[in-house]
Nanobody, 123 residues
Framework: QVQLVESGGGLVQAGGSLRLSCAASGRTFSSYVMGWFRQAPGKQREFVAGISWSGGGTYYCDSVKGRFTISRDNAKNTVYLQMNSLKPEDTAVYYC????????????????WGQGTQVTVSS
């Protein structure tokens, strides 16, 4: 298991930007596929983005393509989610997650989760 701690959430106006960070501790970070999920009140959890072990492969859900960028720094044991052109519908709790399977485009089998960070986008 790897321990994950998210940071960087907050309140931003529509059109603005935020960068989320997720710091990992425990076992070797570079051996984990990382993902970002979000959950808005009354809605199902959504797989927003995933990134491969090396960072060479990335996945985005359709609603964030072209606006969000997932990246990782294995030397710092950290994964990031740069969110630009934010919309009110991006408002949610964002969670970082990790798994050992090299399927960064697949929302299943994520076994380690952070506590979440709130992102609120005002109109």
């Amino acid at each position: 298991q790897v321990q994950l701690v998210e940071s960087g959430g907050g309140l931003v106006q529509a059109g603005g930007s935020l960068r989320l960070s997720c710091a990992a501790s425990g076992r070797t970070f570079s051996s984990y596929v990382m993902g970002w999920f979000r959950q808005a009140p009354g809605k199902q959890r959504e797989f927003v983005a995933g990134i491969s072990w090396s960072g060479g492969g990335t996945y985005y859900c359709d609603s964030v393509k072209g606006r969000f960028t997932i990246s990782r720094d294995n030397a710092k044991n950290t994964v990031y989610l740069q969110m630009n052109s934010l919309k009110p519908e991006d408002t949610a709790v964002y969670y970082c997650a990790a798994k050992n399977y090299n399927t960064y485009y697949d929302p299943t089998n994520f076994g380690s989760w952070g506590q979440g960070t709130q992102v609120t986008v005002s109109s």
